[in-house]
């Protein structure tokens, strides 16, 4: 199945629950309905405003799966996240623009 590496940067630390819906540990893994799973990886500090970078892996099945993944990401992030990258590169979070970068950057596992 094609995998995307993203991560998100935020002073929020609250946006690995709001993906995963669970606290966030490392390795904690999400199913998302019809489309995939995502999985966390964990956070490191980015600045000395606090701002942290946290970091993920998600898969998905088919283009139609990367669409649903991208409006489940807008959904948590719009509004929350101060960065969203996805394989490197920095991404709108906006649902065009992460499904395009989701299949951009995708690899078969």
């Known amino acids: ?16 629950r709001r993906l995963l819906g669970v606290p966030a540990v490392p390795a904690t ?15 490191r500090t980015t600045s000395v405003s606090g701002r942290q ?4 892996t998600v898969e998905f099945g088919t283009e139609n799966a990367a669409g649903v993944v991208a409006n489940w990401m807008w959904t948590a992030l719009h ?8 394989g490197g590169d920095e991404v ?18």
């Open 1 to 16: 199945m094609p995998t995307a590496e993203f991560s998100i940067t935020s002073l929020d630390g609250s946006l690995p």
């Open 29 to 43: 893994a999400r199913h998302i309905h019809n489309a995939g799973v995502v999985v966390y990886h964990g956070s």
């Open 53 to 56: 970078r946290h970091e993920f």
């Open 79 to 86: 509004d929350h996240v101060s960065s969203l990258a996805i």
């Open 92 to 109: 709108p979070v906006q649902n065009g623009a992460i499904k395009r970068a989701l299949l951009d950057h995708a690899t078969d596992v």
